[in-house]
Nanobody
Framework: QVQLVESGGGLAQAGGSLRLSCAAS????????MGWFRQAPGMEREFVAA????????NYADFVKGRFTISRDNAQNTVYLQMNSLKPEDTAVYYC?????????????????WGQGTQVTVSS
């Protein structure tokens, strides 16, 4: 069992930055890939970024490449999403998620534990 708690969301201006954190409980965190998804009102949940169990491999959606960075600290059971150069279209609820195993996917079905989400709002 893995429980995930996100924090760090809030209001930012276009061009600004926010850093999301996701604290995980459970002994299997370091053996799981982790991901971030987001969901805007009326839209489907979409992949944002993922990181392998060791942190040695990452993957990003095209719309965040060069702006967002995913990282993890296995000693602290925490995964981060640094978001720079924010745009109004980044406004969404951001979800932290734990994968089924060590390697990540880009589909919702590749993950089996989800946090409650944290709201990110970017004003123009």
């Amino acid at each position: 069992q893995v429980q995930l708690v996100e924090s760090g969301g809030g209001l930012a201006q276009a061009g600004g930055s926010l850093r999301l954190s996701c604290a995980a409980s459970g002994r299997t965190f370091s053996s799981r890939a982790m991901g971030w998804f987001r969901q805007a009102p009326g839209m489907e949940r979409e992949f944002v970024a993922a990181i392998s169990w060791s942190g040695g491999s990452t993957n990003y959606a095209d719309f965040v490449k060069g702006r967002f960075t995913i990282s993890r600290d296995n000693a602290q059971n925490t995964v981060y999403l640094q978001m720079n150069s924010l745009k109004p279209e980044d406004t969404a609820v951001y979800y932290c998620t734990a994968a089924l195993g060590r390697w990540y996917g880009r589909r919702v079905s590749d993950y089996d534990y989800w946090g409650q989400g944290t709201q990110v709002t970017v004003s123009s």
